[in-house]
């Protein structure tokens, strides 16, 4: 078992981090918001640190799931010093590759090892243990790091160097986003047709249209009914990160730049904190347009 400290609290860390205290690891954590903080440690066995300085000093991992890049910045910024040589930082907010490279260099340069692993899950995969972990970095740092991980995983892979954990993310996004556009737009047209959608699904989900959105989500999607997961203000910053990245590479994608504004739709309507499967909402408005 490992000494481990995990920063940040939210919908993922939460449960990420308890499931560490399951699996018998010594776990401190760390909140910005202290009240979030004696919550967790009220419920697991682990300690409560009041600053990241303290809570990382004696860490062998260091694990933090947070909401941007300035958070990420801000928190390395603070743990990096502190932490004791051979120990790894981990990453797991969704954030840039450009940042992951810099506090990679960073990590080097203190002495510690860094990966970027960004997450694929939602909420239900951290509470459940089983979110799918896409890492940038070096192979022994993976290596030493992975026991540790699979608290929480049901899938873990080494991607490439620094940065390559969040070009992964990056393209798990983009996918996502076409597929559940697509399913809002089939739901849409076969209510507007007159068919049963139990029906539909039911006989297309098991030929080339089957997706974990479809199979999870159009029962929902169908009963309007948003409120199962990653949120549309989430999304739509980890798809700001994606657009960024591929304006620097080169990369062309149309559908995932109109997906990013038709969410922006959908946070008008007042909807940022339903989940990404509310683009359905968008094309029930009466206002809508056909985009045919």
């Known amino acids: 078992m490992a000494i481990c400290t995990f920063l940040g609290l939210g919908v993922m860390g939460f449960p990420m981090a308890g499931h560490l205290a399951a699996a018998g690891h010594e776990i401190t954590v760390w909140n910005r918001t202290a009240s979030k903080t004696a919550d967790w440690a009220g419920r697991h066995a682990g300690k409560a640190a009041e600053t990241v300085e303290t809570a990382v000093g004696d860490a062998d ?27 790894v930082l981990v990453d797991h907010t969704t954030a840039s590759a ?11 340069d203190a002495g510690i090892g860094f990966l970027d692993a960004p997450v694929s899950g939602g909420q ?20 030493a790091a992975e026991p540790v991980m699979d608290s929480y995983a049901k899938a873990i892979s080494l991607i490439g ?27 849409h047209f076969a209510q507007r047709a007159g068919l049963d959608p139990e029906l539909v699904i039911g006989a297309i989900s098991k030929g080339a249209a089957q997706s974990w959105q479809m199979e999870n989500r159009w029962e929902t999607m169908v009963a309007g009914k948003f409120d199962y997961g990653f949120a549309i203000d989430w999304m739509r ?56």
Do not use: H
Not at 98 to 108: K, P, V, Y
Not at 124 to 143: K, P, R, S, V
Not at 161 to 168: F, I
């Open 161 to 187: 160097p620094a940065g390559s954990g969040q070009l992964a993310k990056m393209v798990n996004q983009i996918c996502i986003a076409g597929i559940v556009q697509g399913l809002s737009e089939g739901l």
């Open 124 to 143: 239900a995969g951290a509470e459940n243990g089983q979110l799918t972990i896409m890492c940038g970095g070096e192979a022994d740092t993976f290596a």
């Open 237 to 292: 910053k980890d798809l700001r990160i994606t657009l960024d990245e591929a304006r620097r590479n080169g990369a062309t994608l149309p559908v995932t730049a109109q997906v990013d504004q038709f969410y922006a739709d959908v946070q008008a309507m007042g909807g940022n904190r339903w989940d990404t499967s509310s683009l359905i909402a968008r094309l029930e408005r009466p206002d809508t347009k056909s985009d045919t």
């Open 98 to 108: 450009e940042l992951a490279r810099e506090l990679d260099i960073e990590a080097r």
């Open 61 to 87: 991992f260091v694990l933090m799931c947070l909401g941007d890049d300035p958070d990420v910045r801000r928190v390395a910024e603070q743990a990096i010093p502190a932490m004791k040589p051979g120990s």
